[in-house]
């Protein structure tokens, strides 16, 4: 099983600034990444996959770069709708398909 | 695209739930689903998938031999059978679907439902 390891767990950041999330992999996931939003209480969403392929009608702002076990998640400017956790995800080797643990973007 | 998931409650331990997950907006049999649960306070876990025709299905090791991922495209409903419940199986239970349109369970999900609770405690 491939473990997915986040960091920081929690990163505080103020309004318009840059945040920028880790994920790493315990083996080699070529660009099979992905990573999700989740507010309170609410689904999970799909911001990125392909390691830097937006989906459909995310901002600009969120960026993905990476490849084989390191890989980033960058917001450019924060909005106030971007604090969240955000989740990565591999889809290299399964099953099982796995998470990492969050980082949680809060306002500083 | 729209995800509705029924059937969460609370159930004792070593009871059983049936979980579904009404779909629509897409063409169902096309995309490969899955079952993604969440504990309380915890983070996401992949729990089962199942290909577009339901000729392939998958799961997580833990619920192994107690839930059963099925489907019925005429329907648009994918299923999650639970049985011998335990504490440990208390989370949101969210229906996702695959973002690829192959049908072969590529896992990575581009829609979400809004999820059912699924408390197991005595």
């Known amino acids: 099983e491939i473990v997915m390891t986040q960091s920081p767990a929690t990163l505080s950041v103020s309004p318009g600034e840059r945040a920028t999330l880790s994920c790493r992999a315990s083996q080699y996931v070529s660009t099979n990444l992905a990573w999700y939003q989740q507010n309170p209480g609410q689904a999970p969403r799909l911001l990125i996959y392909g390691t830097s392929t937006r989906a459909t009608g995310v901002p600009a702002r969120f960026s993905g770069s990476g490849s084989g076990t390191d890989f980033t998640l960058t917001i450019s400017s924060l909005q106030s709708e971007d604090f969240a956790v955000y989740y990565c995800q591999q889809y290299n080797n399964w099953p099982p398909w796995t998470f990492g643990q969050g980082t949680k973007v809060e306002i500083k | 695209v729209q995800l509705l998931e029924s059937g969460g409650g609370l159930v004792q331990p070593g009871g059983s739930l049936r979980l579904s997950c009404a779909a629509s907006?897409?063409?169902?049999?096309?995309?490969?689903m899955s079952w993604v649960r969440q504990a309380p306070g915890k983070g996401l876990e992949w729990v089962s998938s199942i290909s577009g025709r339901g000729g392939s299905t998958y799961s997580v090791d833990s619920v192994k031999g107690r839930f059963t991922i099925s489907r019925d495209n005429s329907e648009n409903t994918l299923y999650l059978q639970m049985n011998s419940l335990r504490a440990e199986d208390t989370a949101i239970y969210y229906c996702a679907k695959d973002l690829s349109p192959t049908g072969a369970v590529a896992a990575h999900f581009d829609y979400w439902g809004q999820g059912t609770l699924v408390t197991v405690s005595s």
């Open positions: 907006g897409f063409t169902f049999s096309s995309y490969a």
